[in-house]
């Protein structure tokens, strides 16, 4: 019994954890470029009381064996880079990956971070910068007098200026690919970082080598499925539920025990 309450503890720990990232979820299924996450859990060792092959006499011998499991415990949290839902803005800077890849923007410390999220803006040098700041590498600066912007799908960039008639390309965007992009550190604010598990970025032209096109004037939505989530709140909540229960049920247990008398 008293087994039986340190085992439904960790399975009252790792429905917590269920929930928790269930809810980190849903309270991102609206943001820009965000990758949901899958808790993924694994049984903790087991205590033998008797062995499989065990023998039970002259002729015979214990074909399951007696294993008493000790419960279970997280074991990753992992990202999944499915491709989101595109959202047409009619912005000219806004853009999406369809397919692999991550734009490269440069952090305050000179890091160059990765992200999904494509709604890029102009700072006051004319920048290409994101809702932070940061730049986009490589650098893209877009002229004063510039009227229209075009982006392809390989990452072309060209302006029309005042007074002119035909695009001038002013520069080319290469986007980032990992061998294992689940391994990226998630720093906030939809940037990551490489690991060493994630690999160094490959870095490439949109639309070779596997790496994703680019799409001008959309943006890329999470790609949290809101009824997927809802359901495994629901699950989170009733395994909580029924792990508690069985601390309840071990309790009463033992206090039936503590009452026995001679």
Same mark, same amino acid.
């Given at each position: 019994?008293?087994?039986?309450?340190?085992?439904?503890?960790?399975?009252?720990?790792?429905?917590?954890?269920?929930?928790?990232?269930?809810?980190?979820?849903?309270?991102?299924?609206n943001t820009i470029g965000y990758k949901k996450q899958?808790?993924?859990?694994?049984?903790? !060792?087991?205590?033998?009381?008797?062995?499989?092959?065990?023998?039970?006499?002259?002729?015979?011998?214990?074909?399951?064996?007696?294993?008493?499991?000790?419960?279970?415990?997280?074991?990753?949290?992992?990202?999944?880079?499915?491709?989101?839902?595109?959202?047409?803005?009619?912005?000219? #800077?806004? !853009?999406?990956?369809?397919?692999?890849?991550?734009?490269?923007?440069?952090?305050?410390?000179?890091?160059?971070?990765?992200?999904?999220?494509?709604?890029?803006?102009?700072?006051?040098?004319?920048?290409?910068?994101?809702?932070?700041?940061?730049?986009?590498?490589?650098?893209?600066?877009?002229?004063?007098?510039?009227?229209?912007?075009?982006?392809?799908?390989?990452?072309?960039?060209?302006?029309?200026?005042?007074?002119?008639?035909?695009?001038?390309?002013?520069?080319?965007?290469?986007?980032?690919?990992?061998?294992?992009?689940?391994?990226?550190?998630?720093?906030?604010?939809?940037?990551?970082i490489n690991t060493s598990a994630s690999g160094d970025?490959?870095?490439?032209?949109?639309?070779?080598?596997?790496?994703?096109?680019?799409?001008?004037?959309?943006?890329?939505?999470?790609?949290?499925?809101?009824?997927?989530?809802?359901?495994? #709140?629901?699950?989170?909540?009733?395994?909580?539920?029924?792990?508690?229960?069985?601390?309840?049920?071990?309790?009463?247990? #033992?206090?039936?025990?503590?009452? #026995?008398?001679?």
């Amino acid at each position: 019994m008293i087994r039986a309450l340190y085992t439904a503890a960790t399975g009252m720990i790792a429905q917590q954890t269920q929930i928790d990232t269930t809810s980190n979820n849903i309270a991102n299924v609206n943001t820009i470029g965000y990758k949901k996450q899958r808790a993924e859990f694994a049984d903790l !060792m087991y205590q033998t009381m008797e062995y499989a092959g065990t023998a039970t006499s002259l002729n015979s011998s214990s074909p399951t064996g007696i294993e008493v499991g000790l419960g279970v415990r997280p074991t990753a949290i992992t990202k999944e880079f499915t491709q989101g839902n595109f959202k047409e803005t009619g912005n000219n #800077l806004d !853009m999406a990956i369809t397919g692999n890849g991550f734009f490269q923007v440069e952090l305050p410390d000179g890091t160059t971070a990765y992200t999904r999220n494509g709604a890029f803006k102009l700072d006051a040098d004319g920048n290409v910068v994101n809702s932070d700041g940061y730049k986009l590498i490589p650098q893209i600066v877009v002229p004063a007098d510039t009227t229209a912007i075009s982006i392809g799908t390989d990452g072309t960039v060209s302006v029309l200026q005042a007074g002119q008639t035909q695009m001038a390309q002013i520069g080319q965007i290469q986007l980032a690919n990992f061998v294992n992009p689940a391994g990226l550190h998630s720093l906030g604010n939809n940037n990551y970082i490489n690991t060493s598990a994630s690999g160094d970025a490959i870095v490439g032209t949109p639309g070779l080598n596997g790496i994703g096109e680019i799409r001008q004037g959309f943006v890329e939505m999470s790609n949290v499925q809101l009824v997927e989530e809802m359901t495994d #709140l629901i699950t989170g909540q009733r395994a909580y539920e029924a792990n508690s229960k069985a601390i309840t049920t071990s309790d009463q247990m #033992l206090q039936t025990v503590n009452q #026995l008398k001679r």
